[in-house]
């Protein structure tokens, strides 16, 4: 079946140790999302890729990286991880950016 | 300004019968998609149904429907017959146009429980 992966499904870290956040699709879309979601809130959008071309949302911290290796992989590196970064990370991807959004499973981060 | 807002923090519902769960919205764009996401406690956002702004007919999917009144800005999304296994976080959702990227912008969610 088609589907959006993301690995780990649970990472643990400490503070200030750079982690990263794997996420894969073989859905074949154009555009890969993460967003971020703590505890008892709605999602928040970090950036996005369509195709390589990158976008940042303006509130997002620059502690927060992303790479496009290829149209199937995207990766959410963050530098310098504080007590607030921990959260559940979410994937989404879609075929065209007016198109529905498939999520992955999330990652779940705790930054000790 | 809240561009969703879903008012209804948890919901209460007894197995086989229909919920009603309430979203507004806010925009001046008139390009705009609306979507429901289901959130288990494990986490994963899952897809249920989207509304065009120019959709001239309610969606449907299987046992959701949304019930668009564009007018009033609304769109509630409707489980008939439901099932312990729609207990869960419900996320409505707004995608404005088409020079956002795709951004979706979510409500606070409604928790749904179902009672047997």
């Known amino acids: 079946d088609a589907m959006v992966i993301q690995n780990p499904r649970y990472q643990v870290t400490q503070f200030g140790k750079p982690v990263t956040l794997s996420c894969s699709q073989t859905?074949?879309?154009?555009?890969m999302y993460w967003y971020q979601q703590k505890s008892s809130q709605a999602p928040k959008l970090l950036f996005h890729?369509?195709?390589?071309?990158?976008?940042n949302e303006a509130d997002t911290p620059d502690n927060f990286q992303s790479r496009r290796p290829n149209t199937s992989f995207c990766f959410l590196d963050i530098r310098s991880p504080g007590l607030g970064d921990a959260a559940m990370y979410l994937c989404?991807?879609?075929?065209?950016?007016?198109?529905?959004?498939?999520f992955g499973p999330g990652t779940r981060l705790l930054v000790l | 300004a809240q561009k969703i807002t879903q008012t209804q923090p948890g919901m209460f519902v007894q197995e086989k019968e229909a919920v009603t769960l309430d979203c507004t919205y806010d925009?001046?764009?008139?390009?705009?998609?609306l979507f429901w996401y289901k959130q288990p406690s494990s986490g994963e956002m899952i897809f249920l149904i989207y509304?065009?702004?120019?959709?001239?007919q309610n969606a449907t999917e299987g046992r959701y429907s949304l019930n668009f009144q564009k007018a009033r800005k609304s769109a509630n999304l409707v489980i008939s017959a439901s099932q312990l296994g729609d207990s869960a976080m419900y996320f409505c959702?707004?995608?404005?146009?088409?020079?956002?990227?795709?951004?979706?912008?979510f409500g606070q969610g409604t928790e749904l429980s179902v009672k047997p």
């Open positions: 989404a991807t879609s075929r065209v950016v007016t198109g529905t959004q498939y």
């Open positions: 859905l074949n879309h154009n555009v």
């Open positions: 890729y369509y195709d390589k071309d990158f976008n």
């Open positions: 925009t001046s764009d008139p390009s705009y998609g």
């Open positions: 509304q065009g702004s120019y959709d001239q």
């Open positions: 959702a707004m995608r404005e146009g088409y020079n956002q990227g795709g951004k979706l912008i």
